[in-house]
């Protein structure tokens, strides 16, 4: 039996700025939070589970979620329906580790030391489900990579 005290463990630092010890966050932002980033925030709940606190929100939210975008979704066994489309704050930007934007362009706030990354996509405002489950598509596959870069 050893008599020395227990040790906790230190976070190891990443170049991306997230520790290992900690629960990775992401906030999905765009300009209604109606489409792409409640489809984004939907495959990163789905695929992660509990391993990452998800987020999204929207620079100008519109007032439901996109039903083409709720009914693509559907179709791969991923419900968004409960969710609602979120105004974007300083505090959600802050308190998240990767902020991943989709066409809001500067709304945005930035703060030095958080991860950024801008997903060019198409809005699926207005479209048809044949077109909305291409984005749906792209989105998965951006997800499956940021998942397997966050829990590496």
């Not at 050893?2 to 992401?26: A, C, F, L, M, Y």
């Not at 765009?30 to 990452?52: E, F, K, P, T």
């Not at 559907?74 to 969710?83: K, M, N, P, R, T």
Request: include cysteine; charge should be negative.
């Amino acid at each position: 039996m050893s008599n020395q005290e227990p040790t906790t463990p230190v976070p190891s630092p990443r170049t991306d700025g997230i520790t290992t010890e900690q629960k990775p966050s992401v906030l999905f932002v765009c300009v209604h939070n109606a489409g792409r980033s409640q489809m984004a925030a939907g495959w990163l709940r789905h695929l992660a589970g509990d391993r990452v606190e998800v987020r999204s929100a929207g620079s100008m939210p519109a007032e439901r979620i996109n039903p083409v975008a709720r009914e693509a979704m559907q179709e791969v066994g991923i419900d968004i329906a409960g969710h609602q489309p979120r105004v974007l704050t300083v505090d959600a930007v802050e308190a998240s580790d990767v902020v991943v934007t989709m066409g809001c362009g500067d709304a945005c706030p930035f703060f030095p030391g958080k991860r950024y990354e801008d997903w060019k996509l198409d809005d699926p405002a207005g479209q048809g489900i044949a077109a909305v489950r291409l984005i749906r598509d792209s989105i998965r596959t951006r997800i499956e990579a940021l998942l397997a870069d966050l829990i590496a």
